[in-house]
């Protein structure tokens, strides 16, 4: 009876355990076949703002540094791309979206001649398309869904997430400026840089010095310390928050202002300087803006 009672004991434990196992520190979520990762950022305190090692690039909106406490978040690894906007909106608005082309215009004649040549030894051997069939067929993109999407409005965002939502039954929003920030910066993992994952910048971001005339695909530059790819460089990203002005005092999960005439936006894009790339330098924009250098990333 004892021995028996113990077994129970025990059984009870191994099915406790993934209820007190901690929270997944990533959570890969798949919307009408596109997959995407979500980055657990653990909460903390950090001081947001114009700290230390902006030194004197950091500008008046940055300042008073203050204090931020942060609950858990999930933050996305990329920037939303368009592969994932496409498959969610079923269009892609991006400045630098792939091309479609035929890839075989030039070789219709000759499949249409060597059919005929067939068909003329046994009729009905080939089915000779129409050309606008033929072309319909043999379309190919040239460039990359894998670039973030751009040229959205904070208010097309809002739509984009909606529909997410929809999809996957989960409760997706834009990050709170402070939350950006943070996982900016590294979060609980912060080593102190000045961009998002190092003091180098080339090594993290497409910016003005190494992107040319365009976005690049997500996740080929390296990670920050959470393992979050672009905070810094190749699409500016849309916040939650009314631009405002700072305050001196202590904030717990600040959402920012109740209202205002422009959106933040953070992280710099693939036309920005190095002084625009850093994690704690702001901007905002109207929230109907549409600009190509202007994107998403998820929270959750």
Known sequence: MR?????RYCLALLLAVPMLSVAQSSVTITAN???FKMVRVQGGTFTMGATSEQGSDASDIEKPAHKVTLSDYYMG??????????????????????????AARGSYDDFVANAKLLN???PGTVRIPTRQEWDAAMV???????????????????TFIKKLNQLTGKKFRLPTEAEWEFAARGGVKSKGYKYSG???????????????DSTHDVKTKRANELGLYDMTGNVWEWCSDWYDEYRSNSQTNPR???????????????GS????????????????????????????
């Not at 021995?3 to 077994?7: A, Q």
């Not at 920037?79 to 994932?84: I, M, S, Y």
């Not at 999407?149 to 904070?154: F, N």
């Open 273 to 300: 300087n190095a002084r625009d790339c850093r994690v704690s330098l702001r901007n905002s924009s109207p929230p109907a803006d549409r600009y190509y250098r202007l994107g998403l990333r998820l929270a959750l």
């Open 256 to 270: 920012g202002a109740s209202s205002g005439s422009g959106r933040v936006s953070r992280g710099g894009g693939w």
């Open 140 to 158: 190919t993109t040239k460039g990359s869904l894998q670039k973030p999407v751009e040229h959205v409005s904070w208010e097309d965002c809002q």
């Open 33 to 35: 076949g596109v997959s």
């Open 3 to 7: 021995s028996l009672l113990i077994l």
């Open 77 to 102: 690894e990329t920037e939303v791309t368009q592969a994932l906007w496409k498959a969610v909106m079923g269009s892609n608005p991006s400045e630098f979206a792939p091309t479609e082309t035929s």
């Open 198 to 212: 190092s003091n180098t910048l080339g090594t993290v971001a497409w910016y003005e010095d190494n992107a040319g």
């Open 120 to 122: 003329a030894k046994k």
